[in-house]
Nanobody, 111 residues
């Protein structure tokens, strides 16, 4: 059974930092492209960052320079480091292989 489990979401003040983790079981993340998406109430999930099987990271413009996506192959985990958080970063963050999705982790940034 494939599972993706996100964690690390919290309530933080603007300017703060968080590290989100996406732990996979039943699937090898080493060579798969992984996406992080964010969803706010009433809106669709929107892409935030992704990392290719080769390790190439890409980001939506609004988070460039603040967020970093990375992969720990030994832990079969993909991380999203969130720095200098802004209130508009608030939302539920999901990781996905496109085929499989986690349940999400809530990030709330207060002003």
């Amino acid at each position: 059974q494939v599972q993706l489990v996100e964690s690390g979401g919290d309530l933080v003040q603007a300017g703060g930092s968080l590290t989100l983790a996406c732990v996979a079981s039943g699937i090898d993340l080493r060579t798969r492209k992984i996406w992080w998406l964010r969803q706010v109430p009433g809106e669709q999930r929107r892409w935030v960052a992704s990392i290719s099987g080769r390790g190439t990271a890409t980001y939506v413009d609004s988070v460039k320079g603040r967020f970093t996506i990375s992969r720990d192959t030994a832990k079969n985990t993909v991380y999203l480091q969130l720095n200098n958080l802004k209130p508009e970063d608030t939302g539920v963050y999901y990781c996905t292989t496109d085929e499989y999705w986690g349940q999400g982790t809530l990030v709330t940034v207060s002003s």
